[in-house]
């Protein structure tokens, strides 16, 4: 095992707290951070310590970023007056990794900024959901310069299962997501489409699960979410508001590179029609309740 | 192993050979039938017997229909004249596997004229591709009653390793064989859309591979097809073609269901795109072609 090293990590939601606990199980001294004072408490009843923000930057050796978008990374890092901030308070050497989705370009800037602080920045955004993040067994999208790898190994080690090493420098790692994120929304909403599709033509959602996870229609997320819309279960691992965030995060950098993404432009818009109808903070697969209301089926469990 | 049956194969392309192959192996007397008189010969070459269609329809056990459509399978069956064609050359207790893609409907119409010849129809829609059709290791969807699957049983054994026994009519084979090829063609399509991305953002398709088949953004399709973008192989395994037709009968029978499918019906428009440029006899991963050339980026191996 690594050495201890202090680590704060800002933002205690079903992600960071996973990665915090798993931090706190190898055996590092880990800080939380959370606008919700309850789940800062909830940390320490699991090992975390209690601190002054104040107090301590300048003794942590790294700082993980488990928060929603770039505004709040950007937030946490400098300040919103983009002076005061975390990154000013570390010593040189800290290694910041930032796992939230955010455009590459922000990534690329981000690690500028953090550059000019002598404090190294790790593009590190993650996926595989809140029970990995608990099991300490994500896949992490990493870019960014050795010394960044180097400073930043013990927390790999501890919070990951595969880490992607996809280039020297910030941005390629977040750019990775995007591709990622683009095809997780497009095959959720499609699960969605060809599920109530199936409803229509007389294919029970039950079957629908059992034949296409064997068949070449499947995706990874069908097999993770249509099990959700069977059970008539919408408890959110990732709620329906984090697509149009990420989804509008790769049509900018999409728009930006003069590149037309119809499909995802298309599944956007079904994620954007249920927030609008209120499903915002349902599970993803809720999705499936806009092709199921205007389609007039019903779906398992929903009245 | 069952006992031999006198089993015709009618379409010799890349499935309907496999499949005919896998009969032979299982000692059944298997006949050949295609347009291409050439295919005809090849099976001869390897165990298939000739004859003369007018006279042998009285002795077969099992007729399979391999062919592209709805209309090649009616013309087969009944003729042209719709009154002719080889099921009412068939005995009683006949056995007709149809294995084409086709709407629902479709398929319950021609299991009702079959059984005015007492004909058995199993409604068996297909899945695997030539590689699995030549091992007699496909997925079947399939259909009908129980004495069509009686009388099936063993073409089935021969041919394929996963039969769903979808209900006791016909129509619900293709309803779930509907249901599959959506999402298997708007996965091919958002693959293609995603790779092509991921170029503009600077992620090699290499490392696209590498890294999505191990994520959340994964299918089934991606990991089938996109190696075929990084090899620049467009030998063609499933072709562009074939996806106007498939996503056709899907919107055909979501119209008629008052089901709007609006990611699929921009998936079909891009293979529509494709066919109009040209590509529609390539493998249907040349749909990122489409992508690229709007773009302005570079695939490997496309000049």
């Known amino acids: 095992m690594s050495s201890a090293m202090k680590v704060a990590v800002f933002g ?47 003794e942590l050796d790294a700082a993980v970023l488990v928060v929603l978008n770039a505004a709040q990374t950007e937030s946490v890092l400098f300040g919103d007056d983009r002076k005061s901030g975390l990154v000013p308070t570390l010593k040189a050497g800290t290694v910041v990794l930032s796992c939230a989705t955010v455009p590459p370009d922000f990534a690329k800037a981000m690690a500028a900024r953090c550059a000019e602080y002598e404090v190294h920045y790790l593009d590190s955004p993650i996926s595989g959901g809140s029970i990995k993040a608990r099991e300490g067994a994500l896949s992490i999208m990493a870019s960014g310069t050795t010394d960044a790898f180097n400073a930043a190994h013990p927390i790999l080690e501890a919070t990951s299962e595969k880490v992607f090493i996809l280039g020297d420098a910030a941005g390629a790692g977040s750019a990775m997501k995007a591709v990622n994120q683009m095809l997780a929304g497009v095959h959720i909403a499609a699960m969605a489409e060809a599920m109530t599709f199936g409803i229509t033509q007389g294919v029970e ?5 059992d034949v296409i996870t064997q068949c070449a229609g499947n995706s990874w997320m069908l097999e993770n979410r249509a099990p959700h819309i069977v059970a008539g279960d919408y408890t959110p ?13 790769v049509l900018a950098a999409a728009k930006s590179s003069g590149f ?30 806009v092709y199921a209301s205007k389609a007039g089926v019903q779906l398992p469990g929903v009245t």
Not at 205 to 209: L, Y
Not at 237 to 249: E, M, Q
Not at 260 to 289: R, Y
Request: with cysteine.
């Open 12 to 58: 205690l939601g079903s992600m960071g707290f996973g990665m915090a606990e798993s931090l706190i199980r190898a055996g590092h001294t880990t800080y939380g951070f959370d606008p919700i004072p309850d789940q800062c408490d909830r940390l320490v009843t699991v090992g975390g310590v209690s601190a002054n923000l104040e107090h301590i930057g300048a």
């Open 205 to 209: 959602p039950e079957t629908f699960v």
């Open 237 to 249: 691992h990732s709620s329906i508001n984090i697509w149009p965030k990420d989804l509008g995060i």
């Open 260 to 289: 037309s993404a119809p499909i995802t432009e298309t599944a956007l818009a079904q994620f954007v029609e249920a927030a609008d109808n209120g499903l915002g903070l349902e599970d993803d697969a809720a999705v499936a309740k």
